[in-house]
């Protein structure tokens, strides 16, 4: 599925973007986290602890995929278990050396199984990422427009997916997921 998508609005109470030392201290078992090096010459140097606004996920496993834009300032997080196993991506965004969420990707045929953030790639650019769903389990077979794919198989077979999402603007939504073919 393409999903286009837009910098989240503002909730209205401050979540934190990034983690800080003292949030490292928080114990959430399995939720996951990236670490962010830079290079000066020959020295690496961590440039950032990253963490989702929703830290206190437990078994998220958070950071399970990472993709990174060719100019290293956009940043897609897998997190295939968070929420009943549904999956979500996370993108960040760079600047200077301040990361920041920017939003929360999800599939809109997602259900609890499904594995979204397993694998990612990411554009060059960062404006398009593909995130598979290796058990994503709709007996629809090829590319499928948004807010499609809800028919299950009746056996529950996880024949997986790949989500397209694509930044647009200010605009964030699915728009196609590729299956493959059913066998016979």
Not at 66 to 89: I, P
Not at 128 to 135: H, K, L
Not at 136 to 142: A, K, N, P, V, W
Request: net charge positive; charged share 20%.
């Amino acid at each position: 599925m393409v999903i286009h998508w837009r910098r989240a609005p503002s909730p209205k109470k401050a979540r934190p973007r990034a983690s800080t030392a003292t949030s490292r201290t928080k114990r959430a078992d399995g939720s996951g986290a990236v670490y962010i090096f830079t290079r000066s010459g020959s020295t690496w140097a961590q440039q950032a602890y990253v963490k989702p606004w929703n830290t206190t996920v437990r078994g998220g496993l958070f950071g399970y995929s990472v993709g990174l834009s060719g100019n290293g300032d956009t940043m897609a997080v897998g997190t295939y278990d968070e929420d009943r196993g549904k999956g979500a991506v996370y993108i960040f965004t760079r600047t200077g050396s301040t990361w920041a969420q920017q939003n929360r990707l999800t599939a809109s045929n997602a259900e609890p199984g499904d594995s979204l953030g397993c694998s990612i790639a990411i554009s060059d650019d960062g404006n398009t990422v593909v995130a598979g769903a290796f058990d994503e389990d709709s007996i629809l077979r090829g590319i499928q427009p948004p807010n499609e794919g809800s028919n299950d198989a009746a056996s529950d077979v996880s024949t997986g997916a790949a989500y397209v999402f694509v930044r647009n603007g200010s605009l964030g939504r699915n728009r196609h997921s590729s299956r493959p073919p059913t066998r016979a």
